[in-house]
């Protein structure tokens, strides 16, 4: 069994940084693709930033470029992938997903991913 769970969301104001964590316990959990996504409020979930399980990274979207940074950590057992948020704006404002897809691809369609419940990140102006 895989388990997902993020935290460091909160309520910062803009200009202000977040750092997002996710551990995933598990079998092989070294396997897995990892990713976060978002969810604002009124509108589709959107890929952020992805790191592929054999290295490699993804932008999903230009919006956080420069200011987002994405890195895991594997040298504990549990298996942990951080969100660097720096310069967060009112629009970064969203319920932040981690999810993990066992040998999968950052352009995949993560529909057999495991997900977390998700940590909120608000930014006020």
């Known amino acids: 069994q895989v388990q997902v769970v993020e935290s460091g969301g909160g309520l910062v104001q803009a200009g202000e940084s977040l750092n997002l964590s996710c551990t995933i316990s598990?079998?092989?959990?070294?396997?897995?693709?990892m990713g976060w996504f978002r969810r604002a409020p009124g509108k589709e979930r959107e890929g952020v930033l992805c790191?592929?399980?054999?290295?490699?990274?993804?932008?999903?979207t230009d919006a956080v470029k420069g200011r987002f940074s994405i890195y895991r950590d594997k040298a504990n057992v549990k298996n942990k992938l951080y969100l660097r948020m720096n310069s967060l704006k009112p629009e970064d404002t969203a319920m932040y997903y981690c999810a993990a897809d066992w040998l999968g691809e950052c352009s995949g369609s993560w529909d057999g991913a495991f997900w977390g419940q998700g940590t909120q990140v608000t930014v006020s102006s």
């Open positions: 790191i592929k399980w054999s290295g490699g990274i993804t932008a999903y």
């Open positions: 598990g079998r092989n959990s070294d396997d897995y693709t």
